[in-house]
């Protein structure tokens, strides 16, 4: 194949990713958009293929490398479960980490199979400092993706990991790593001992940058780690020279770090804090009033479904604890139950809630709810006023006043879903616990609560049967 078509396909499959994360924007157009970038990668794929001159033998190793990951990406994708798929977000970023530290290893050892070697052998310098910085971003992106898989997986305590010290050491650390790097590049290529410093500094640096995090900010780390994978992926698409690898990775980190900052304002946190792993969640303040005895109103399925069915306007507000009892499907039926008796039905939902970007309304729509029930915080809000009951399904955190009412609250300026201003608040959760962050939410306490205490598919089947 010319350079020229090579060129040109791969100018197709940039097009194709753009029309995906177009496509990926809206709920409507998410499937045809998940279309649009499956053909992008299998166009830029059979290009890569067909574009690099190997023997019969070579060609085949590669496709049934492909195979075997394609099989086992398949195998995977059928057989998780809704709740586990932020950790199989991290686990995959992981891999895209590790391919471009072993992609710029090769490059560096063999640049004459890349076509990247200067003309007096080794490297150029420019290459190098790519190359250098594809693989610090590359191990950084695996080593923390290991750490966000394991704290969402339970392997390890999703509470923040802090010391003394802590961000000085990071500080050292990345100075480190760009001595090493201009060390790499005055030796041409040649200090190969330097690539593997860097390598390892950025492995553990990664670890350092993700243990601080607490389990209610997980969601910001999945998607900075998006970002993360695709500059390490955009940085050796300059070295090697290579059009889609360029245009993939570039995409994929700008459009991450737009929303990795659109998560810093929905969950209140500075979005150089989030870079640099600095924002740790601070527990201080958490759980003042736990172990005060406050007076609860509890409810039955029966009550929740003689108030609803009784009501004009009801918000339903969901969180991770619906994803983990898997409720959608339960909840979608409660909802049409109750437009069957005229009450106006609607959804509500934060950017956080869960456990990844979008996490409800991939759920909301696994369940067949029409999207336009479906609304974001910004356009919602405002209805909460107006509506006889908001229904929280499994949410905590994105619902607590005390984001907007106590300046002494970890979580006080992050924008909340007001669900207090509805003129009875139902409640579905196992306990009275508190959420990923740690904090107790005074809502449950307030004489416009209802707590619904149980699993969350069981009390919305319940409900259902009840409004029979």
Same mark, same amino acid.
């Given at each position: 194949?010319?350079?020229?078509?090579?060129?040109?396909?791969?100018?197709?499959?940039?097009?194709?990713?753009?029309?995906?994360?177009?496509?990926?924007?809206?709920?409507?157009?998410?499937?045809?958009?998940?279309?649009?970038?499956?053909?992008?990668?299998?166009?830029?794929?059979?290009?890569?293929?067909?574009?690099?001159?190997?023997?019969?033998?070579?060609?085949?190793?590669?496709?049934?490398?492909?195979?075997?990951?394609?099989?086992?990406?398949?195998?995977?994708?059928?057989?998780?479960?809704?709740?586990?798929?932020?950790?199989?977000?991290?686990?995959?970023?992981?891999?895209?980490?590790?391919?471009?530290?072993?992609?710029?290893?090769?490059?560096?050892?063999?640049?004459?199979?890349?076509?990247?070697?200067?003309?007096?052998?080794?490297?150029?310098?420019?290459?190098?400092?790519?190359?250098?910085?594809?693989?610090?971003?590359?191990?950084?992106?695996?080593?923390?993706?290991?750490?966000?898989?394991?704290?969402?997986?339970?392997?390890?305590?999703?509470?923040?990991?802090?010391?003394?010290?802590?961000?000085?050491?990071?500080?050292?650390?990345?100075? $480190?790593? +760009?001595?090493?790097? #201009?060390?790499?590049?005055?030796?041409? %290529?040649? &200090?190969?001992? /330097?690539?593997? !410093?860097?390598?390892?500094?950025?492995?553990?640096?990664?670890?350092?940058?993700?243990?601080?995090?607490?389990?209610?900010?997980?969601?910001?780390?999945?998607?900075?780690?998006?970002?993360?994978?695709?500059?390490?992926?955009?940085?050796?698409?300059?070295?090697?020279?290579?059009?889609?690898?360029?245009?993939?990775?570039?995409?994929?980190?700008?459009?991450?770090?737009?929303?990795?900052?659109?998560?810093?304002?929905?969950?209140?946190?500075?979005?150089?804090?989030?870079?640099?792993?600095?924002?740790?969640?601070?527990?201080?303040? $958490?759980? +003042?009033?736990?172990? #005060?005895?406050?007076?609860?109103?509890? %409810?039955? &399925?029966?009550? /929740?479904?003689? !108030?609803?069915?009784?009501?004009?306007?009801?918000?339903?507000?969901?969180?991770?604890?619906?994803?983990?009892?898997?409720?959608?499907?339960?909840?979608?039926?409660?909802?049409?139950?109750?437009?069957?008796?005229?009450?106006?039905?609607?959804?509500?939902?934060?950017?956080?809630?869960?456990?990844?970007?979008?996490?409800?309304?991939?759920?909301?729509?696994?369940?067949?709810?029409?999207?336009?029930?479906?609304?974001?915080?910004?356009?919602?809000?405002?209805?909460?006023?107006?509506?006889?009951?908001?229904?929280?399904?499994?949410?905590?955190?994105?619902?607590?006043?005390?984001?907007?009412?106590?300046?002494?609250?970890?979580?006080?300026?992050?924008?909340?879903?007001?669900?207090?201003?509805?003129?009875?608040?139902?409640?579905?959760?196992?306990?009275?616990?508190?959420?990923?962050?740690?904090?107790?939410?005074?809502?449950?306490?307030?004489?416009?609560?209802?707590?619904?205490?149980?699993?969350?598919?069981?009390?919305?089947?319940?409900?259902?049967?009840?409004?029979?």
């Amino acid at each position: 194949m010319s350079a020229d078509l090579a060129a040109l396909l791969y100018l197709v499959s940039g097009i194709l990713f753009i029309l995906a994360l177009r496509g990926l924007s809206s709920p409507e157009t998410s499937r045809q958009g998940n279309y649009f970038g499956m053909a992008g990668m299998a166009v830029a794929v059979t290009t890569t293929l067909l574009v690099v001159d190997l023997t019969g033998m070579g060609i085949l190793l590669i496709i049934g490398a492909v195979a075997i990951g394609g099989g086992i990406g398949a195998l995977i994708a059928r057989r998780i479960a809704m709740t586990a798929m932020p950790q199989l977000v991290a686990g995959f970023h992981s891999l895209v980490g590790l391919t471009a530290v072993l992609v710029a290893a090769a490059a560096l050892y063999e640049p004459e199979a890349f076509g990247i070697a200067a003309p007096g052998g080794g490297l150029k310098a420019l290459s190098l400092v790519e190359l250098s910085l594809g693989t610090a971003i590359g191990a950084i992106t695996f080593s923390g993706s290991v750490i966000a898989f394991m704290k969402l997986q339970g392997v390890m305590s999703g509470a923040p990991i802090v010391f003394k010290g802590q961000h000085w050491l990071n500080l050292g650390l990345g100075i $480190a790593a +760009a001595i090493f790097i #201009v060390f790499l590049t005055a030796s041409g %290529g040649q &200090a190969k001992t /330097a690539f593997w !410093i860097i390598t390892i500094i950025a492995l553990v640096l990664g670890v350092l940058l993700i243990i601080p995090i607490g389990g209610a900010d997980m969601p910001v780390v999945v998607s900075m780690l998006n970002s993360y994978s695709g500059w390490a992926a955009a940085a050796l698409g300059f070295t090697l020279e290579n059009t889609a690898l360029l245009i993939t990775g570039a995409l994929v980190g700008s459009s991450g770090a737009i929303l990795s900052y659109i998560m810093c304002k929905g969950m209140n946190r500075s979005f150089i804090s989030v870079i640099l792993g600095g924002f740790g969640a601070d527990t201080s303040a $958490a759980g +003042a009033d736990a172990g #005060v005895d406050r007076a609860v109103k509890l %409810g039955s &399925a029966d009550d /929740a479904a003689f !108030i609803m069915k009784n009501a004009g306007k009801v918000i339903i507000v969901p969180g991770y604890g619906m994803a983990v009892a898997q409720a959608q499907h339960a909840l979608k039926e409660m909802a049409d139950t109750l437009k069957e008796e005229g009450v106006d039905v609607s959804y509500a939902i934060h950017p956080v809630a869960g456990r990844m970007p979008g996490h409800m309304n991939v759920l909301l729509a696994e369940a067949q709810v029409p999207y336009d029930e479906v609304f974001e915080l910004e356009d919602i809000n405002a209805e909460f006023s107006t509506a006889d009951v908001a229904f929280v399904i499994g949410a905590n955190d994105v619902t607590n006043p005390a984001a907007e009412e106590d300046p002494s609250s970890p979580i006080y300026g992050m924008p909340v879903l007001q669900v207090w201003k509805a003129r009875t608040v139902m409640f579905v959760k196992r306990s009275m616990g508190s959420g990923y962050a740690g904090i107790e939410n005074p809502l449950f306490f307030r004489d416009n609560t209802m707590m619904l205490l149980g699993d969350a598919k069981k009390m919305s089947e319940s409900i259902v049967k009840a409004l029979d």
